[in-house]
């Protein structure tokens, strides 16, 4: 009993340490995504996308860095966007780069995980998405990727415009999460509800990563994470990527959890590939984005967003 006693005072200790360490860096971090949503400069720049050609995939990976969305909750954004004859280039871009930057993630990577881990991932971030935008538009040119790619039907409202992407969604046969944002008449007003919204979704999914975290940093033995996950080589980056395809992390929870395995001996190198793959290339955002594109698609972005993970495994490993 007093063993089992023991072991969950030193999880809640663990879990009390991590979130006073992540406090006001998570606070920080919704408070710039919500003066963003405030002043709408996420949809603002994305209004640039589709009419900017080849440098819309540069303006996509732009705005995927601002907006604060996960894999698959950019769908809402970028499924309209596909219907109304925007390019795949910089939909893959936005839907690459989204999942791995925002303001929030920066600032939590860093209270979490540290300064440098946050500037490789964001150059990580950046990279590998203007990477994913001129990989598509060479394989658009090629035949590839010429074809219609967007495997859903349009549905239009009675205005003759497209319909809501859940609406859409649910006419083809699945579900969206989406969010009615009302306009307030305080822009201070609307501020503070955005920033409300913001920290509760932030909230729940740190509060539920550093629990995830504690647990790993106890329970887990040393043994396992250094036999997989901590050495300086090949394998282990490859096998952080891959450790990252099934896991529903986004970008927000895949920092207390990374710290978890950072103090059990995650290794310089998969702790990059781990925390890219993580919410690029996990389950649910390929299942949500074969509910949307075609197979092609699907594959050009997994394959991306793993080999994207490894490269930047091997850069930091070797750059330190």
């Not at 303001?103 to 971030?125: C, D, H, R, V």
């Not at 990477?131 to 990727?145: C, K, N, P, S």
């Not at 997989?228 to 980056?237: D, V």
Request: hydrophobic share 55%; aromatic share 8%.
């Amino acid at each position: 009993m007093s063993t089992a006693l023991d072991t969950l005072t030193e999880i809640a200790a663990v879990a009390g340490h991590e979130a006073l360490r992540m406090a006001w860096f998570t606070v920080f971090g919704v408070a710039v995504a919500a003066l963003i949503k405030t002043y709408q400069l996420d949809r603002k720049v994305r209004g640039y996308v589709g009419r900017a050609g080849p440098w819309g995939i540069v303006v996509a990976t732009a705005v995927g860095t601002l907006s604060p969305l996960c894999s698959c909750g950019v769908l809402p954004i970028v499924i309209p966007m596909a219907l109304s004859g925007v390019s795949l280039p910089p939909l893959m871009a936005l839907l690459v780069t989204s999942p791995l930057m925002d303001p929030t993630s920066f600032a939590l990577t860093w209270g979490g995980l540290g300064e440098a881990l946050a500037w490789w991932k964001l150059g990580a971030a950046v990279t590998i998405g203007l990477t994913a935008g001129f990989v598509t538009l060479a394989l658009e040119r090629v035949g590839y990727l010429s074809e219609d790619q967007v495997r859903l039907q349009p549905v239009y409202a009675a205005q003759g415009v497209l319909a809501p992407a859940h609406e859409i969604a649910c006419a083809n046969g699945f579900r969206l999460r989406t969010m009615a944002v009302v306009p307030r008449e305080s822009r201070l007003r609307f501020f503070f509800d955005r920033f409300r919204d913001v920290g509760l979704f932030v909230g729940q999914w740190v509060g539920l990563a550093i629990l995830l975290g504690a647990l790993i940093q106890v329970l887990v033995p040393i043994r396992w994470i250094t036999w997989l996950l901590g050495q300086r080589g090949p394998g282990s980056i490859l096998a952080a990527a891959l450790v990252g395809l099934p896991l529903p992390l986004n970008q927000v929870a895949a920092v207390p959890v990374i710290a978890g395995l950072q103090a059990r001996g995650l290794a310089v190198g998969p702790d990059l590939a781990l925390l890219v793959a993580g919410p690029v290339a996990s389950l649910p955002a390929i299942v949500a984005l074969a509910a949307t594109f075609r197979p092609r698609v699907v594959s050009v972005y997994v394959a991306i967003g793993v080999l994207g993970a490894v490269a930047f495994g091997y850069a930091r490993m070797i750059l330190g």
